[in-house]
């Protein structure tokens, strides 16, 4: 592994339905972050973690949890899934907060139906 | 509130300049990125500037003026390859990204 990971790339779900997104980054970078991108919006923050064990909320949090176990991972869930949830949803990492550059996964394509 | 704001959409030839625009409202400002994003990638980190002025990297050139609250990204000697979408996003004083749209770039031979 080199970089982000993110599982699954893409994903048909009906609305209702309970879906994890999986993120791993074996950078040890102590940040991450959840955004979803739509056609026309800016990249919008969902949920962040700071270092392992901390989650903050984001500009776009409702319906979604984290939790960051470790360093590594930093998964994404979705309790019941709504049709606005369709979206490309990017994790990325970052050494520190502030002002270090983030470095993003490739993104899960999810679309609720 | 906060906002970026960016053209949707510009077209340049093969080997010519190109300049995208940024204007951006946030509270507080601790920096503006430049991100790449080819279609149905991940972006990736262009560059980085904090303190009005030009910063210089190859063919990429990304300038600020922080009192207009405004930055554009310069691309020189246009390729192919550059085809892509140019994201903007400032770091408000919670040290969290306000992104815009991005402006997609069209590069005709």
């Known amino acids: 592994i080199a970089g982000i990971t993110q599982a699954p790339t893409s994903q048909i779900l009906a609305a209702g339905r309970r879906m994890t997104l999986r993120c791993t980054q074996d950078m040890r970078h102590n940040a991450m972050y959840w955004y979803r991108q739509d056609l026309g919006l800016g990249l919008r923050l969902i949920h962040y973690?700071?270092?392992?064990?901390?989650?903050g909320k984001g500009e776009v949090p409702d319906g979604y949890s984290v939790s960051r176990a470790n360093t590594d991972d930093f998964p994404l869930t979705l309790a019941s899934a709504v049709p606005s949830q369709t979206s490309v949803y990017f994790c990325a990492s970052s050494d520190g907060i502030g002002t270090d550059t983030q470095y993003f996964g490739p993104g899960t394509r999810l679309t609720v139906l | 509130g906060q906002n970026i704001d960016q053209p949707t959409e510009m077209t340049a030839t093969e080997g010519a300049i190109v300049q995208i625009n940024c204007t951006y409202q946030?509270?507080?400002?601790?920096?503006l990125f430049w991100y790449q994003q080819h279609a149905g990638e991940a972006p990736t980190f262009l560059s980085y500037n904090v303190l009005d002025g030009l910063e210089e990297k190859g063919r990429f050139s990304s300038f600020l003026s922080r009192s207009k609250g405004y930055s554009y990204l310069l691309l020189k000697e246009l390729q192919m390859k550059d085809s892509a979408s140019y994201l903007c996003?400032?770091?408000?004083?919670?040290?969290?990204?306000?992104w815009g749209a991005g402006t997609k770039l069209i590069i005709k031979p």
């Open positions: 996003a400032a770091m408000d004083s919670n040290y969290q990204l306000i």
């Open positions: 973690s700071n270092t392992a064990g901390t989650t």
């Open positions: 946030t509270s507080g400002f601790n920096g």
